[in-house]
């Protein structure tokens, strides 16, 4: 039982930072029809700027907010202006394939400039364990949970109670009908790009204690939120969300039930099946697109 | 127009001064040739850290021995090749160094692309200097293959004998990556088990890469062992420590070097603390010589080399010392030197430690088991030559 909480609790840790990427997933689906295929390199490059700003001189609270600045900057404003918004005219495979390049980039870019080795990456949380039921639970998987559920919950607020939240669902169920009715639809689209830049961010911040810094995360990233995004429903936040957490779960229970060799097959496993029997996803819909 | 008049003394002024030129841009071209030799390492991909390490430590020996007149007076021209951990990148890249015109190779690191690539350096008669590990790759009778560290068939066995007559282990999991790296040093500890009547209580297998330790950590809590062996590649070392001290793991960690090598101990923090193994070369073993080649390291690339480094300097040394023995930079008569060859600090200064190398191209060198203790390795035992 013990064990079975242990592995429940890594999962969901996990699992929650591979949410974060998976809603960044669907958001920019949702507000610009891009699949960004360089979702795991926006996780992965935000540490890298953290670092930076360590290495300046920066402690790390300033630093991750040198961070968040810098991707607001890059993988929010430029990514909308110099990638989404030349490509997306010519449809929507060619914005695909420019962002497969742009996460190429980014990938050798850091390898060339910060090197191809792992750096450490400071944890936001106290190295502490907790003992609950005969599992022990560490501080930083409890701050990952709390940290990954409080950002997707205040997004979903945002855009459920608020005005701009709003008025960024219509852009994205209706942007002709919304403009209409008064809604800057660009400004709207511009605040999708800064929520993922920000989601970003966050996930980067929480894994790469884990992970360790590295140029090369972004591959396994990128794959198990896209999965995690479809598995729950391309056209939901909460879908993406329960997606995510299911594989994090996933893949711990058959690491260690099943076969940790195949522990990396079972995500996909998962994906099959539920392209053949719900397309849409676990709590996507069939049509019409909410954000 | 005014080409066409120009007068006969204008034209010779004007080949007198193209001649000049000429003779002075020959004048640049270096008078001695240059003894290639090829860097071929992990840059990328999963074995960046030990590969950028030998690679450094390869290129800071070749350096000062270039300043100190080269090798037969001749320089050293190092080529670096970028294996990307891909055996058949690797393999690429080998046969690239052998048509550039290369003396030796050194690396590459990962044992799975040397069981590769050192058939192509084989069949050119080239000698390489890897820093591999696995056991297979001395157990293939390749003339031209020698080592910079031990096999995992040499450095185990000491390790197995100080955890069962120093540390009383009878039950140990064996936590290992399912690679030919991992594969050599898994099938290396379980003969080195039986031989000690050691009970293996959990065996896990993990993947190269592999990021997430958690489910493995999990595992290893429910056993019931006195320690665990783990045999897992630098990175996935530091992932797996923090892991195991994210859930309170007390079971001792022992391994190899690439456990609690410095690379790790610098990834892994406070996480590293207690972990413990056998290392065949340490920069914290207090020899002068290493001492001394570890600051001139540190303050040339800005980190603390590991192993790995010191590996790839001394098989510069190594390279020099054997080519000024049999004097001549020939492929062929190099490798012919190396077998039973013993080289001691004194005749060879470079190599840091004495060592030896048998007709396999194994090597045989003492070494040392330590405990990582406030981030540095102190070293408990040295542990003699096998």
Redesign the interface.
Known sequence: MA?LI??LI??LA?GSIYALAAVGFTLLWQASQTINFAQGEFVMLPAFFVLVGMGLGLPMWPAIGFSLLLSLLILGVAFKKLVVEPMLPHGTLPLVIATIALGLLMKESV?EFY??????FPAIFP?K?Y?FAGA?V?A??IGNLIVSMLAIGGLQLFLNRTRTGRCMQASAQNPAVAEILGVDVKRMVMYTFLINAALATIASVLIS????A?F??GE?LGLVAFIAAIVGGFNQIRGALVGGLLIGVI??LS??YVS??Y??AMPLILLIAIILLRPQGLLGTKEGRAV | MQNRIRTREERNAMIRTLTAAAALALAAVPALAELKIGSIVELSGPGAAAGTNFRDGVRMGFEEINAAGGVLGEPVAITEYDSQTDPQVSRAMVQKAIDDGVVAITGTVFSSSTVVNMLVAKQAGIPQFTGSEAPSITGMGNPYIFRTAFGSQKGVPKMAKYMAEEMGVKKVAVVWANTEFGKGGHESFLKEAEAHGFEIVADLPTEQAQTDFSADVVKLKGIQADAAFVYLTEEESARFLREARKQGVTLPLVGETTLIGHKVIELAGDAANGAMGHVGLTPDANIPAMTEMVEKFRAKFNYTPDHNAIKGYTAAYTLKCVAEMVGEADSQAIADKMHGLTLTVAECPGVLMDVSWDETGEMSRESFFVEVQDGKQVVKAILPPN
């Open positions: 064990e242990q592995i890594s999962g996990a390898k090197g191809a080795t792992a750096q450490p190295q364990v003992h022990s560490s930083q998987d204690p884990i992970y360790l590295k090369s995360n396994t893949d711990n690491a260690v940790a060799e522990r990396s």
